[in-house]
């Protein structure tokens, strides 16, 4: 995290869950919305749910920064979520989980548009604070409602898509595409790869992602469930444009 001389800075944003109060400290982060609080310090990040009235009865959870932590924004509702990637050292384990998040004020309320700036400013500030454990990774966009968010982890020259499957507590790995149209996609042993040059070669098929040749042939088909159907398409339009440069 940047250093600091003073002991710590503070920013607040209203959002739909509450006012969302960020207090960023040399080599400590704190998120705090309503009942829920986050600590990020000493290769540590604690989820806490506060109990109504006694302090004692909070539900802890802590999980160690092995990986990757990263700040998302969802497109194109602009939540603002932190993930995590559990279990990197078990590949058939690792995956990503949203660990907090807030939903932005209505933008048709009376300031609705400076709320949104303030956490438009809060998140870019977060992002900076968390750079060092991102990775790889340039930028996560989150799309999609609730736990069945998508995540996308932006590489530069890829995209790896991670998607929750049913009674699952992450998300996993669903896919990579590559600015040279190269997708990689899960299969029963490892995975396989096929190439799609064109943004027309991606399309949506009532829960999947589809891929086609220049004829329209199936090449692959990768489901994305629990999102709704303009999520589906916002997401397609985003691989079509990556395999189109």
Known sequence: MAYRDDAGDGLEAPTADGTLS???APHAIKLSVGSRTLHIADKFATVIEHHKRRASRDHRVSLKI?????VARDVPHEDLGVWIEVDPKVPARVGMRRIF??????????GGLSALASLDRLAARLRTELAQHAGKIRRAIEIGRGLDKVLVADHGDRFVVYARRLFRDRARFAMSIHD???????AKKGTAEITVKSQHGVTVWGDYIRFADPHGTDLAKVSIPWIEPEDRNELARRIGQLVNR
Do not use: F
């Open 66 to 70: 092995e990986g990757c932590l990263v």
């Open 180 to 186: 040279d149209g190269r997708i990689v996609i899960p």
């Open 101 to 110: 998040g807030v939903e932005p004020v209505n933008l048709m309320e009376p």
């Open 22 to 24: 960020a207090e960023l």
